[in-house]
């Protein structure tokens, strides 16, 4: 078998509105497909595709499952609106040799890390 690209993250939620209020207003995600009467909802993310889904109970959210990582623009920035939603934080802002991490949780406490990679002149050894 030979993977030839990531199809999609999917993340299982309990509760669409909430889970699609987190998504869409809090994080600023805009809608790129809804299916299967709105218990579907997919976000194009560059070339990434992130979807969101209440399927039932063959699919429930962890607080140990998700890994989605999303890249921002200001790490800062980001990191500062988060908390000014009270979004919970399994691990506070945390720099590395290569880039800026924090993971929050979302309403069903799946992770989310929010990503900043340094530019070439700011990197130490990546390895």
Request: with cysteine; glycine share 8%; aromatic share 8%.
């Amino acid at each position: 078998m030979k993977i030839k690209a990531l199809a999609f993250v999917g993340i299982p939620v309990t509760d669409m509105k909430r889970a699609r209020s987190f998504y869409e207003d809090v994080l600023g995600l805009k809608v790129s497909e809804e299916m299967m009467s709105g218990k579907w909802v997919e976000y194009g993310l560059g070339n990434n595709t992130l979807a969101i889904a209440s399927v039932g109970p063959e699919w429930k959210p962890s607080d140990q499952g998700t890994g989605a990582a999303f890249e921002v623009e200001d790490f800062d920035d980001a990191i500062k609106r988060l908390k000014d939603r009270h979004v919970r934080f399994a691990a506070e802002p945390f720099e590395t040799a290569c880039c800026h991490m924090a993971v929050v949780q979302d309403p069903d406490g799946n992770k989310l890390i929010i990503h900043k990679l340094k530019s070439e002149n700011e990197k130490g050894i990546c390895s």
